[in-house]
């Protein structure tokens, strides 16, 4: 059974473009987290999407967006980039995403904002 | 409160245990997870318990669990050099406004010296 995978692993961008990034869940799981990985801040719930709606939000300013689609892969939007935008940007997939399911994460995208 | 508190570092041996520590603050029903990131890599799940379990084993894993001080341990049995990684703690409350989302601790580096 395929993992969990991220697309592009690595991506540079200057600041003030919009950047796109994708998740393809496991086959069968319905629900995609996405969290931003910082030194600083550590592991951040960004948002979770569940057949195509947006169930939970964390505290990002909304330059941050997320969307998912009918085979449940996920996209998420970072417009009018920032420096501190800089992270490693992680999803997971689960079956329902529910307290107790597990949730198993991609490699990752590593965002250098320039 | 969401909070999940974890030591910084941890150094051993190679054949030692390691224990890795943390605290987490919710006192609802609630799901807490090990998760291991090696260099470059995502999150790899460990193991999970629920709240109202003591222990769980699995292989060279132990979870044991306190929650009158809501204290929660990873017991690492004959360790590795290939266990040297950054270990998370993280916590799954139930709820709607929780759905998809893991509150994680800020990681604890292993080092395992031959």
């Known amino acids: 059974k395929a993992g969990v995978t991220q697309t592009p692993r690595y991506l540079i961008k200057t600041r003030g473009q919009q950047v796109t990034l994708s998740c393809s869940p496991i086959s069968g799981h319905r629900s995609v987290s996405w969290y931003q990985q910082t030194p600083g801040q550590g592991l951040q719930f960004l948002f979770e999407?569940?057949?195509?709606?947006?169930?939970n939000k964390g505290n990002f300013p909304g330059r941050f967006s997320g969307r998912q689609f009918s085979n449940s892969r996920s996209e998420m939007n970072v417009s009018t980039l920032e420096l501190g935008d800089s992270a490693l940007y992680l999803c997971?997939?689960?079956?329902?995403?529910?307290?107790?399911?597990?949730?198993?994460f991609g490699q990752g995208t590593r965002l250098t904002v320039v | 409160g969401e909070d999940v508190e974890q030591s910084l570092f941890l150094s051993v041996r190679e054949g030692d245990s390691s224990v890795i520590n943390c605290t987490y603050t919710d006192s609802s029903s609630t799901y807490l997870y090990w998760y291991k990131q090696e260099p470059g890599a995502g999150l790899q799940l460990l193991t999970y318990i629920f709240s109202n379990m003591d222990m769980k084993q699995d292989q060279r894993l132990t979870v044991l669990l306190n929650k009158k001080d809501k204290h929660l341990s990873l017991r690492i049995a004959d360790t590795q050099t290939g266990d040297s990684a950054i270990y998370f703690c993280?916590?799954?409350?139930?709820?709607?406004?929780?759905?998809?989302?893991?509150?994680f601790g800020q990681g604890t580096t292993l080092q395992v010296k031959p």
């Open positions: 993280a916590e799954s409350m139930p709820g709607s406004s929780n759905t998809g989302k893991l509150i």
């Open positions: 999407y569940f057949s195509e709606t947006q169930r």
């Open positions: 997971a997939s689960s079956l329902q995403g529910g307290a107790g399911t597990e949730a198993f």
